[in-house]
């Protein structure tokens, strides 16, 4: 029985949900990407890539710069995907290590299939971007998080004075007419 789920069941399942191969060569490249060698030379270019990375992060969207500078995810939701490419194909324009290959890779199999080698390269980007400028998207980000809790609480008051409006309003309507 093992067999036949094997040898039969197991591949005509792989077959039938990946029709055109994206998974597994998606998979395959995520293998072979080698981190550890691609780091290396990135630390070699550092001086030389240091401004053409400035420049390109700078023209890049905010989207991008937002997953740069505080994604701290596993993966690169769908509404990044087309965002990324671009932003992939800038750094392979400036022979970023890595960025070609990754570009590629994402042509061909998509942004969320890629994402360990998209954000390894996103995390060697963000060691070019100056700190100030990842504390002032942090705190974009905090202050957005406050503003929403502040508007939250605001209609929660609002609901409940509508509430007590009501309340008050029922009240006397009760009471029949004094005679």
């Known amino acids: 029985m093992t067999t036949t789920w094997k040898t039969k069941v197991a591949p005509a399942l792989k077959a ?4 055109d191969g994206k998974k597994a060569a998606a998979a395959e490249f995520s293998k072979s990407f080698n981190k550890e060698e691609i780091g290396k030379e990135i630390d070699a270019k550092k001086d030389e890539l240091s401004p053409k990375v400035l420049e390109v992060y700078e023209a890049a969207p905010a989207e991008i710069k937002h997953l740069i500078t505080t994604s701290k995810s596993t993966k690169i939701a769908k509404k990044y ?13 400036i022979e970023f290590p890595g960025a070609q290959a990754v570009s590629e890779a994402v ?9 360990g ?13 100056p700190k100030e400028e990842t504390k002032v998207e942090e705190k974009t980000e905090a202050s ?9 609480e605001k209609t929660e008051e609002t609901s409940e004075t509508v509430e007590e409006v009501k309340k008050e309003e029922e009240v006397p309507a009760a009471e029949p007419p004094k005679q």
């Open 117 to 129: 080698p998209v954000l390894f390269l996103f995390g060697k980007v963000a060691t070019f971007v």
């Open 16 to 19: 039938f949900f990946d029709k």
């Open 81 to 93: 995907s087309t965002v990324v490419p671009k932003f992939l194909e800038d750094l392979a324009k």
């Open 107 to 115: 042509t061909k199999s998509g942004t969320t299939l890629v994402s």
């Open 144 to 152: 957005r998080e406050v503003t929403a809790t502040v508007e939250a």
